[in-house]
């Protein structure tokens, strides 16, 4: 078992920012793709952005121009920065190192 831990999330208002993070101890980042995914309520789980081992990142339609993922690899972290939040965004949110997943964290946007 390999613990990420996710942080960061929270209740913001439409149109503000949050970072999160996944941080974990065991599984040095720089030699595997990591990705973040979201849930929403009553939906089925989606990917939002990945980041692979050579530095290419893809993002889904729905958060191109306003998500950005990144990775710290000495602090063996990865980030999502979220800008422009919109009630849709409404989620919890899940980082990914190779095939484990953290536990979540929860992001409100209140309109």
């Known amino acids: 078992q390999v613990p990420l831990i996710e942080s960061g999330g929270g209740l913001v208002q439409v149109g503000g920012s949050l970072r999160l993070s996944c941080a974990n101890s065991?599984?040095?980042?720089?030699?595997?793709?990591v990705a973040w995914f979201r849930q929403a309520p009553g939906k089925a789980r989606e990917i939002v952005a990945q980041l692979t081992v050579r530095g290419n990142k893809t993002y889904a339609d729905f958060v191109k121009g306003r998500f950005t993922i990144s990775k710290d690899n000495a602090q063996n972290t990865v980030y999502l920065q979220m800008t422009n939040l919109e009630p849709e965004d409404t989620a919890v949110y899940y980082c990914?190192?190779?095939?484990?997943w953290g536990q979540g964290t929860h992001v409100t946007v209140s309109s």
């Open positions: 990914t190192v190779d095939h484990y």
């Open positions: 065991k599984l040095p980042i720089s030699v595997y793709d």
